[in-house]
């Protein structure tokens, strides 16, 4: 069964930082392109990060840019998401996904498997 379950969400203060990891099991996560989507109650689901299976490009959100920080432990079939300097705006709950390419978030949003997502909330 393919499964991606995502954990390390939770509340934290403006300016502080979370961990995100995401463990897939049922497939090997090594072989596809691995992401983050984030989604606010009302708003489209966005795609803010993605890391390419082999070659390619690493793929950050305008907004989060500079402050997120995407990679992949195979050994662990896991892929993580640092979240720094984390402002009230990254507030949603953040989904793992996983698919063929990168692209750019549009691209995110056809991923065929999905975690079950993992909230943030930052606020003071």
């Known amino acids: 069964q393919v499964q991606l379950v995502e954990s390390g969400g939770g509340l934290v203060q403006p300016g502080g930082s979370l961990r995100l990891s995401c463990v897939a099991s049922g497939f090997t996560l090594e072989h596809y392109a691995a992401g983050w989507l984030r989604q606010v109650p009302g708003k489209e689901r966005e795609g803010i990060s993605c890391?390419?299976?082999?070659?390619?490009?690493?793929y950050y959100h305008d907004s989060v840019k500079g402050r997120f920080t995407i990679s992949r432990d195979n050994a662990k079939n896991t892929v993580y998401l640092q979240m720094n300097d984390l402002k009230p705006d990254d507030t949603a709950v953040y989904y793992c996904?996983?698919?063929?390419?990168?692209?750019?978030?549009?691209?995110?949003?056809?991923?065929?498997?999905w975690g079950q997502g993992t909230q943030v909330t930052v606020s003071s």
């Open positions: 996904a996983a698919g063929v390419l990168c692209g750019d978030s549009d691209t995110m949003k056809r991923f065929g498997s």
């Open positions: 890391i390419p299976s082999t070659d390619g490009s690493t």
